[in-house]
T-cell receptor, first 118, second 118 residues
Framework: DVKVTQSSRYLVKRTGEKVFLECVQDMDHENMFWYRQDPGLGLRLIYF???????EKGDIPEGYSVSREKKERFSLILESASTNQTSMYLC?????????????????FGEGSWLTVV | AQKVTQAQTEISVVEKEDVTLDCVYE???????LFWYKQPPSGELVFLIRRNSFDEQNEISGRYSWNFQKSTSSFNFTITASQVVDSAVYFCALSEPNSGGGADGLTFGKGTHLIIQP
């Protein structure tokens, strides 16, 4: 079974702090993704990566950056957390393709990280 | 206009009732993929099914069944003899290799919150 593991389930951070959300997958997937999920807005793509050191902006990249130094690990970084970044963050992975949707490959999700910025 | 419409925001039924979750999609592609995911209260998005546009066969997996009809652009999900453990938010998603729908070519509906009462 595919396993996508997010390091923190619940975090509370202060405004202005630098926040790291870590994600690891164990299926040798090329693609990895970060989404945020908010009530009434559904899932929105922040960034995705289709290879080590490669990244592409999603629909809402502002205020975020990412790092993919190893194939199995994809980190989401909030350089200076703000209250409007309070949300649930979901990491995901899939096999190769121009983004998972383009190739129709199934995306597998982690358990989510609930971030509260106060 | 939404590309994936889940018109039912919330459905509440009594245990053992059958329930159908609707999904209507919009695409100009002839090749596309449809997915259903389940999100229990724990937060993880669990993959349920993937269907490509060339396969209109209905699928049954235990108490779950899916009805794909290209003529009406629908991919509905039915749970037979519902159980309390089926309570979750269910997402329908569309992947389009050749057109938009997010940077990764994947578009999610806003989800249907299914409540199964004992």
């Amino acid at each position: 079974d595919v396993k996508v593991t997010q390091s923190s389930r619940y975090l509370v951070k202060r405004t202005g702090e630098k926040v790291f959300l870590e994600c690891v997958q164990d299926m040798d997937h090329e693609n990895m993704f970060w989404y945020r999920q908010d009530p009434g807005l559904g899932l929105r793509l922040i960034y995705f990566s289709y290879d080590v050191k490669m990244k592409e902006k999603g629909d809402i990249p502002e205020g975020y950056s990412v790092s993919r130094e190893k194939k199995e690990r994809f980190s989401l970084i909030l350089e200076s957390a703000s209250t409007n970044q309070t949300s649930m963050y979901l990491c995901a992975s899939s096999l190769i393709g121009r983004g998972a949707g383009a190739s129709g490959n199934t995306i597998y999700f982690g358990e989510g990280s609930w971030l509260t910025v106060v | 206009a939404q590309k994936v419409t889940q018109a039912q925001t919330e459905i509440s039924v009594v245990e053992k009732e059958d329930v159908t979750l609707d999904c209507v999609y919009e695409t100009r592609d002839t090749t596309y993929y449809l997915f259903w995911y389940k999100q229990p209260p724990s937060g993880e998005l669990v993959f349920l099914i993937r269907r490509n546009s060339f396969d209109e066969q209905n699928e049954i997996s235990g108490r779950y069944s899916w009805n794909f009809q290209k003529s009406t652009s629908s991919f509905n999900f039915t749970i037979t003899a519902s159980q309390v453990v089926d309570s979750a938010v269910y997402f329908c998603a569309l992947s389009e290799p050749n057109s938009g729908g997010g940077a990764d070519g994947l578009t999610f509906g806003k989800g249907t919150h299914l409540i199964i009462q004992p």
